[in-house]
């Protein structure tokens, strides 16, 4: 057996594989003699199967099998032994193995294409500047967040008029022009809508001020243009309500007003746990830092994306892009090479970065330990508890969550790689410049823009 590197270009090479009978004929032998011990073939009794009638029935296939682990094992060892920087796999060159003949062959040469990664330099200074923003905290903000906690744990309660934020619930049914009910027209014995979601005002107003069992006839196109929130009325399918009449009479059975909760021991308790938080003053103050805490995480986002896509601009090279995209159309067997072709940028884009990341992460020794990545399971898991209101979730629960997380591979290879883009983008932070830039919150949301 003999492996041969050809060079076509910087980022393109052709692998060839020489394998004579002499490779693969010991190990095809000692395969057939093992089905034979085994064959349970009617006239003979176990064991005694002709082996001649074992290579008949099995020798093509056990010999093409015993080739391609050779082919295989060995083309990962010259990949391994020569320390070649490969993108994708191996491809084997079609054209070439459709010439090949198992049948009269006892030698063979098989031939595969490899895209080789680029060699490239990192080129940044202090002279490549990033903004750092900070996002200052203002009144509005505050409101916000104080408005989020009063109405997320506030509570829906009965009313006897309505008002323009009520929900109201009632029989809903079809008219005719005349105000005459519609027999075989659409209705609803118990159906909701919300007063203040009615896009009409005077229809709005006609509801506004109405009581229990009271009715209101009304255009339901009119008060509701979008045809998802006439069929939510109606509890129909979106496409059935297009052709539909478009007057109906609603009879009130029930009116909810929604109170946001009051601000007292009773909120910070549900919010954070029993005794965590006693005053008002303590409250205002924790929401002070939950939010201090969220814009820095989004001001660090930013400040990431920006080192990425600065890095990637400043460092130039180039990908054996024809050699990709026929490896991407051989994994991904659903898509076809348009598809492909219309995603390619993105993949570009993603592919150049992690090779980027790679080099720092190799050239600087990085490593990831088992503590770190349990450390930012368990920070993912209390962030996503926290959107959920959990606020009160015990240190034992997150670990024991975060650890169910880490045993599912794909969630641990993206922990593990944002783990590794943190602490690459910490290598380059201190290559370049930042420079401190005091923003808005509607600035900084403009810069995603």
């Given at each position: 057996?003999?492996?041969?590197?050809?060079?076509?270009?910087?980022?393109?090479?052709?692998?060839?594989?020489?394998?004579?009978?002499?490779?693969?004929?010991?190990?095809?032998?000692?395969?057939?003699?093992?089905?034979?011990?085994?064959?349970?073939?009617?006239?003979?009794?176990?064991?005694?199967?002709?082996?001649?009638?074992?290579?008949?029935?099995?020798?093509?296939?056990?010999?093409?099998?015993?080739?391609?682990?050779?082919?295989?094992?060995?083309?990962?060892?010259?990949?391994?032994?020569?320390?070649?920087?490969?993108?994708?796999?191996?491809?084997?060159?079609?054209?070439?193995?459709?010439?090949?003949?198992?049948?009269?062959?006892?030698?063979?040469?098989?031939?595969?294409?490899?895209?080789?990664?680029?060699?490239?330099?990192?080129?940044?200074?202090?002279?490549?500047?990033?903004?750092?923003?900070?996002?200052?905290?203002?009144?509005?903000?505050?409101?916000?967040?104080?408005?989020?906690?009063?109405?997320?744990?506030?509570?829906?309660?009965?009313?006897?008029?309505?008002?323009?934020?009520?929900?109201?619930?009632?029989?809903?049914?079809?008219?005719?022009?005349?105000?005459?009910?519609?027999?075989?027209?659409?209705?609803?014995?118990?159906?909701?809508?919300?007063?203040?979601?009615?896009?009409?005002?005077?229809?709005?107003?006609?509801?506004?001020?109405?009581?229990?069992?009271?009715?209101?006839?009304?255009?339901?196109?009119?008060?509701?243009?979008?045809?998802?929130?006439?069929?939510?009325?109606?509890?129909?399918?979106?496409?059935?309500?297009?052709?539909?009449?478009?007057?109906?009479?609603?009879?009130?059975?029930?009116?909810?007003?929604?109170?946001?909760?009051?601000?007292?021991?009773?909120?910070?308790?549900?919010?954070?746990?029993?005794?965590?938080?006693?005053?008002?003053?303590?409250?205002?103050?924790?929401?002070?830092?939950?939010?201090?805490?969220?814009?820095?995480?989004?001001?660090?986002?930013?400040?990431?994306?920006?080192?990425?896509?600065?890095?990637?601009?400043?460092t130039d090279f180039q990908l054996p892009e024809e050699f990709l995209k026929k490896w991407l159309l051989r994994v991904n067997e659903k898509s076809t090479a348009e598809q492909i072709e219309k995603e390619f940028d993105s993949f570009r884009k993603d592919l150049k970065w992690q090779l980027i990341r790679n080099k720092v992460a190799r050239d600087n020794e990085v490593k990831i330990s088992e503590e770190e990545l349990q450390k930012e399971a368990e920070n993912i898991t209390r962030y996503q508890f926290q959107q959920y209101g959990l606020f009160y979730t015990t240190d034992e629960q997150i670990a024991n969550y975060a650890k169910e997380t880490l045993k599912r591979d794909e969630d641990a290879k993206r922990i593990a790689d944002k783990i590794l883009d943190e602490k690459v983008i910490?290598?380059?932070?201190?290559?370049?410049?930042?420079?401190?830039?005091?923003?808005?919150?509607?600035?900084?949301?403009?810069?995603?823009?």
């Amino acid at each position: 057996m003999n492996i041969t590197k050809e060079n076509i270009d910087d980022l393109n090479a052709v692998l060839k594989i020489k394998i004579e009978k002499t490779d693969y004929e010991d190990k095809a032998e000692t395969v057939l003699k093992d089905y034979r011990k085994k064959a349970t073939i009617k006239g003979f009794r176990p064991g005694m199967v002709p082996i001649g009638l074992i290579k008949k029935m099995y020798g093509k296939a056990v010999q093409l099998d015993e080739i391609n682990k050779i082919v295989t094992e060995n083309i990962q060892k010259y990949i391994t032994d020569e320390k070649l920087e490969i993108l994708g796999d191996p491809l084997p060159k079609v054209d070439e193995q459709d010439k090949i003949d198992f049948d009269t062959q006892q030698d063979f040469t098989f031939s595969f294409e490899l895209g080789l990664s680029p060699v490239f330099e990192l080129k940044l200074s202090k002279k490549n500047k990033v903004n750092q923003y900070d996002i200052i905290v203002d009144e509005k903000m505050r409101s916000q967040y104080l408005e989020n906690y009063t109405r997320r744990y506030g509570e829906l309660k009965k009313s006897e008029q309505i008002e323009e934020k009520d929900v109201v619930k009632g029989r809903i049914e079809a008219i005719d022009e005349n105000g005459n009910v519609i027999p075989e027209g659409p209705s609803v014995e118990e159906t909701s809508l919300g007063i203040d979601i009615i896009k009409d005002k005077k229809i709005k107003k006609e509801f506004i001020g109405k009581n229990i069992h009271d009715t209101i006839d009304f255009d339901l196109k009119k008060a509701f243009p979008n045809d998802m929130e006439i069929a939510g009325i109606l509890h129909k399918k979106k496409e059935e309500v297009a052709d539909l009449v478009a007057n109906y009479r609603f009879t009130v059975n029930e009116i909810s007003r929604f109170y946001p909760a009051e601000l007292g021991k009773e909120l910070f308790d549900k919010i954070f746990g029993e005794g965590v938080i006693n005053s008002e003053e303590e409250f205002l103050k924790k929401i002070e830092e939950e939010i201090v805490a969220n814009l820095k995480r989004e001001s660090d986002f930013k400040l990431m994306m920006d080192i990425k896509n600065m890095t990637m601009e400043k460092t130039d090279f180039q990908l054996p892009e024809e050699f990709l995209k026929k490896w991407l159309l051989r994994v991904n067997e659903k898509s076809t090479a348009e598809q492909i072709e219309k995603e390619f940028d993105s993949f570009r884009k993603d592919l150049k970065w992690q090779l980027i990341r790679n080099k720092v992460a190799r050239d600087n020794e990085v490593k990831i330990s088992e503590e770190e990545l349990q450390k930012e399971a368990e920070n993912i898991t209390r962030y996503q508890f926290q959107q959920y209101g959990l606020f009160y979730t015990t240190d034992e629960q997150i670990a024991n969550y975060a650890k169910e997380t880490l045993k599912r591979d794909e969630d641990a290879k993206r922990i593990a790689d944002k783990i590794l883009d943190e602490k690459v983008i910490l290598l380059i932070k201190e290559l370049v410049k930042l420079e401190d830039k005091s923003v808005t919150t509607e600035e900084f949301n403009k810069l995603f823009e």
